[in-house]
């Protein structure tokens, strides 16, 4: 039996306001989904995501991080720059002291003086001294003189002992130039040592020296070697 035209509009009428719902309603899910999260993906980017702050660290998103506060904590030299001027003070007064003296020098009261500048033990006793036996007699009868200059030429080693309780220490290579002059004749030699200075109850004070380079020993600066 065929429906009346009418109502045959008025169901496909009713069908189409159906589907247009279901268009409507998809959509409206659709785009709320998308906006939640591209929501969640930008709250949580700004605090996951590190950025590079200026010194190269890891920086939150107002641009300071962890790494910018740990560089605000400096590690203290072991020995500062007034200090190491006090340690090179000493090394050169006792290594051009130690080259200065002439023939009418006395043993007991040339070395006092040099000896405050060291740690004043056996071992710098020792190496605080004039030439003996036949070098001084020669000395003396030349009537010599010998006038030292030292200069600091780099450091070699600053060490902090925190086991052994030694204290500060500082190597330094340090150069010296004697000029002497013996039966009217001037002769001019340089050698490199390495001095080796330490803490003393707030004073730094020679613990000893070695020669640097034993092609350096004796070299005669007028003979250009």
């Known amino acids: 039996m065929d429906l009346p035209a009418e109502?045959?509009?008025?169901?496909?009428?009713?069908?189409?306001v159906l589907g247009f719902l279901l268009i409507a309603v998809l959509t409206v899910f659709t785009v709320f989904d998308g906006d939640?999260?591209?929501d969640g993906g930008d709250a949580e980017g700004d605090s996951v995501t590190p950025t590079a702050g200026p010194d190269g660290g890891d920086a939150g998103s107002d641009g300071e991080g962890a790494a910018g506060e740990g560089s605000n904590t400096a590690v203290a030299p072991i020995v500062s720059a007034s200090e190491a001027v006090q340690a090179h003070t000493a090394m050169v007064q006792y290594m051009a002291g130690l080259t200065t003296y002439d023939h009418t020098s006395s043993a007991a009261t040339w070395s006092v003086p040099l000896l405050r500048l060291t740690t004043n033990d056996a071992l710098m006793k020792a190496a605080t001294a004039l030439p003996t036996g036949k070098e001084w007699a020669i000395c003396q009868a030349e009537e010599c003189s010998s006038k030292g200059e030292a200069v600091v030429v780099r450091d070699a080693l600053v060490s902090d002992d925190l086991v052994?309780?030694?204290?500060?220490s500082m190597s330094t290579l340090v150069k010296v130039t004697a000029t002497r002059t013996a039966d009217g004749q001037t002769t001019t030699e340089s050698n490199q040592w390495l001095v080796t200075v330490k803490e003393d109850g707030g004073e730094w004070v020679v613990s000893?020296?070695?020669?640097?380079?034993?092609?350096?020993?004796?070299?005669?600066?007028d003979s250009g070697v």
């Open 7 to 16: 109502n045959k509009r008025t169901g496909l009428l009713a069908l189409g």
């Open 208 to 221: 000893g020296f070695d020669v640097f380079g034993l092609g350096d020993v004796g070299a005669s600066d």
């Open 164 to 168: 052994r309780d030694s204290g500060r």
């Open 36 to 38: 939640d999260g591209g």
